[in-house]
């Protein structure tokens, strides 16, 4: 490595640090619990995560959406726990360290948000993990400085309709290496649709009649796909943990105030009810 790209890896890394470091004031409203998404989660699930770093920040108001990052539920596919040995279930992509296999508690204290595949098959389930588990050891490379500075500003002056444009800036190499753009890439080689654009075929026969014309389904290429497109993508189905485990309204146990008048419900990993309060 020369002299100009050692120069330019440190000062990436410096940028990746920075773009990565909390921002203060944080306050998930429905935390996830760990132990409810694993019984929740299948392989080849997206977790979608709002994150409270100051990249995050930069994410959400570019692609104006809650969720800043994804990681996709792998199981025990990787092999490996951590040094608590928790399963490492999530294979992920951050700034600066590339793919990484991490365990569902690192998320314990975020709002979560989980997008299954419809309809998808065990063979092209197992190849969308596959896909994820060879990927990880990818490393973003911090040397293309431009790729990380567009991060700098947490609200920057670009117009609404390149803002998704500059999500996908950059190298291919480093673009590639962010988290739903590795996850877009994971599941176009099955293929699996995720939020494609629809085009008129207007080669077909009788074209401008409307019982032949025909809809092309063009998937969009990978570097152009956010956190929030999985959660928009009409072959995706949303997931809540609470829901799929059987929530009767009339179990709740609500505080003294009554419904509306600043008492909330609180419903807890089992499905146990708590009593809660909130200042109106």
Known sequence: MSFVDKTLDRAGQWLARVLQAESSGYEPFTPSDPETLRRTLQPGDILLIEGNQKIAVAIKYLTQSTWSHAAMYVADAVGETSADGEPLALIESNLGEGTVAVPLSKYATYNTRICRAVNLDAKDRDMVVRFMVDSIGVKYDTRNIIDLARYLFPTPPVPVRWR??????????????ICSSLIAQAYHSVPYPILPSIEQDTDAPHAASAY???EILRIRHHSLFVPRDFDLSPFFRVIKPTIEKGFDYKKVRWSDAEPGEGAIPVVGAEGKSSRSTVES
Request: aromatic share 0%; charged share 25%; hydrophobic share 35%.
């Open 212 to 214: 032949s014309r025909a």
């Open 164 to 177: 998704r444009r500059m999500i996908a800036l950059g190298s291919g190499s480093p673009t590639r290496a």
